[in-house]
Nanobody
Framework: QVQLVESGGGLVQAGGSPRLSCVAS????????MAWFRQAPGKERELVAA????????DYVDSVKGRFTISIDNAKNTVYLQMTGLTPEDTAVYYC???????????WGQGTQVTVSS
């Protein structure tokens, strides 16, 4: 089992640059691929960014490329999502996920709300 706890969400003005954090604990969390998903009202949950534990490679959904950066601090068992240039379309609940394969999710955090005001 891996436990994930997100933080860093809230109300942000358009153009803002908040950083989300996700602390992992439990069974060898550093051996999992990590990802951030989001779910906006009335929409399906989508993969936003992913990072591989083995080589650090990353992947992003097209809508956030160049604006969001996923990173991981293995010493702290923490994965970050640095967001920049936020727009109201980025408003969603953001979920941290850990998966045995890249871009997958076996474990979920509880989610953190990000609301972007125009």
């Amino acid at each position: 089992q891996v436990q994930l706890v997100e933080s860093g969400g809230g109300l942000v003005q358009a153009g803002g640059s908040p950083r989300l954090s996700c602390v992992a604990s439990g069974r060898t969390p550093s051996r999992y691929n990590m990802a951030w998903f989001r779910q906006a009202p009335g929409k399906e949950r989508e993969l936003v960014a992913a990072i591989s534990w083995s080589d650090g490679s990353t992947d992003y959904v097209d809508s956030v490329k160049g604006r969001f950066t996923i990173s991981i601090d293995n010493a702290k068992n923490t994965v970050y999502l640095q967001m920049t240039g936020l727009t109201p379309e980025d408003t969603a609940v953001y979920y941290c996920a850990a998966g045995s394969r890249f871009r997958t999710s076996d474990y979920w955090g509880q989610g953190t709300q990000v609301t972007v005001s125009s």
